[in-house]
């Protein structure tokens, strides 16, 4: 039977993870978790919502110990809690907070001593074990499972690893700004760090100082992984920022003028990560540089009737992406936006990819983004857009007269809004959902106002 080690450390007092600056040993890390083990419910299936990222690295050791399966849904609305509950009746909540409200049998996750065990061994895990169920949310709002198997879980790291530049013979930490229970997050500051022999910050900052903070409070090498918002946010803020060896982009695609002007200021590398809930990682590129896309050893990339299908390498199932993907070699591609990202208005088509790369160009604003405002206007069948915008120091007419120099008049946005933050989720991702539903709380507002 094919197995694939819990943890790569080669011994127990190598460094796992850190935690205000502190190092925590691999030999903790097991130990706890086989504490955590002991003290679990009978249940199968197992909602990790602790955001201390080494308390989710115990629960997740925890789990597939025991054989358990955790749950990564998206979010954590009551909704969606629901739905978990009746997608697998027994499970629980493991959680790092006493004030937590999801309605789900919780087990509160307590701290412990450390415990001196015998001889440091490593758990195997079997390659077929069920390791964890991801969701996307579907088409009806129903979140859509994905079943995440360890050995195609532990090759996509493993493969992935070299091409970050991970493996060198240097232990490096790992500092996210996004959550562990993300997919992003969960294969590149958790997976990354358990199967590589590397380590990983338990904070998850936001704030630039916050990151700087956390940053600064590990040792070297050091690897920031984030998004396309928070490069943004760093670059807009006056916090002097410890050096960085690497940074890991996802979630969002990244402007490649921003990618080089994060490489300019950090002195440091950029690389930008490609997936899906459904595939995981499968593609990098150095965006500074390059706007090809690099493929994952193993991995493949296949027409049928202009859809893209991915397969082959940690690939469970032949699985369409959405997105529209020109492939231009055996292991590369060229992005240019997601099926679902196209608009047509007037005739014309563009994408909200392409219109968000030109707002956010104009100098001045620090994010901005459009949006379909409530489907189609009456009875005329027009697609309308909306655009919200973060630009202090900027009117409407003179981002209106901005945008008149980069797209096309029917693209322009109408309403346009100065807002002070966007919705973005934890991610940074922006569901249109959010877009229109805070816009309309925003013009509602605005009729109301003498």
Not at 256 to 271: H, M, N, P, S
């Amino acid at each position: 039977m094919e197995t694939t080690a819990l943890l790569s450390h080669t011994s127990a007092a190598a460094v796992v993870a850190y935690r205000g600056g502190q190092a925590i040993t691999a030999g903790r890390l097991l130990d706890d978790a086989q504490r955590l083990a002991r003290t679990l419910p009978p249940g199968k299936h197992v909602l990790n919502v602790c955001s201390d990222r080494y308390r989710f690295a115990v629960g997740l050791a925890a789990c597939l110990i025991t054989r358990r399966v955790s749950l990564l849904p998206s979010t954590h609305t009551p909704e969606v809690i629901g739905q978990m509950a009746a997608f697998a009746p027994d499970t629980f909540c493991l959680t790092d907070d006493a004030r937590c409200d999801i309605e789900l049998p919780q087990v509160l996750y307590a701290e412990s001593p450390p415990q001196q065990s015998g001889a440091y061994v490593v758990p195997m895990i079997p390659a077929a074990q069920l390791a964890a169920i991801v969701f996307t949310s579907g088409s009806t709002g129903t979140p859509l499972p994905y079943e995440k198997t360890w050995g195609p879980l532990s090759r996509c790291i493993l493969a992935g690893a070299p091409l970050l530049g991970l493996l060198d013979g240097r232990s490096h930490t790992l500092v996210g700004t996004v959550p562990a229970q993300h997919m992003y997050g969960f294969e590149s500051t958790l997976l990354l760090a358990l199967l590589s022999g590397n380590a990983f910050c338990a904070e998850r900052p936001f704030y630039p100082a916050d990151v700087a903070a956390a940053v600064e409070q590990v040792p070297r090498p050091r690897v920031l992984v984030t998004t396309p918002v928070h490069l943004r946010t760093l670059l807009t803020s006056e916090v002097r920022f410890p050096a960085v060896d690497l940074v890991m982009s996802a979630t969002a695609p990244l402007a490649q003028q921003l990618a080089r002007d994060v490489e300019d200021r950090y002195q440091t590398r950029l690389l930008e990560i490609y997936g899906s809930t459904e595939t995981g990682q499968i593609a990098l590129r150095r965006s500074a540089e390059s706007i090809a896309w690099r493929l994952w050893p193993g991995v493949g990339l296949s027409t049928v009737n202009d859809q893209t299908f991915a397969h082959g390498g940690h690939v469970e199932q032949r699985t369409l992406m959405c997105d529209v993907i020109e492939i231009v070699g055996t292991d590369q591609f060229l992005l240019h936006g997601r099926t679902a990202d196209m608009v047509n208005v007037a005739g014309k088509r563009s994408s909200f990819a392409y219109l968000n790369a030109q707002l956010n160009a104009i100098p001045g604003v620090i994010d901005g983004a459009f949006f379909l405002r409530d489907g189609r206007s009456g009875d005329t069948g027009v697609t309308r857009l909306g655009a919200m915008v973060v630009a202090p120091g900027l009117s409407v007419a003179a981002l209106t007269g901005h945008l008149r120099q980069r797209i096309d008049a029917v693209f322009l946005p109408r309403p346009l809004l100065l807002v002070e933050q966007l919705p973005r989720n934890a991610t940074g991702k922006l569901p249109q959902q959010a877009l229109q539903g805070f816009a309309e709380q925003r013009l509602r507002r605005r009729e109301r106002s003498p």
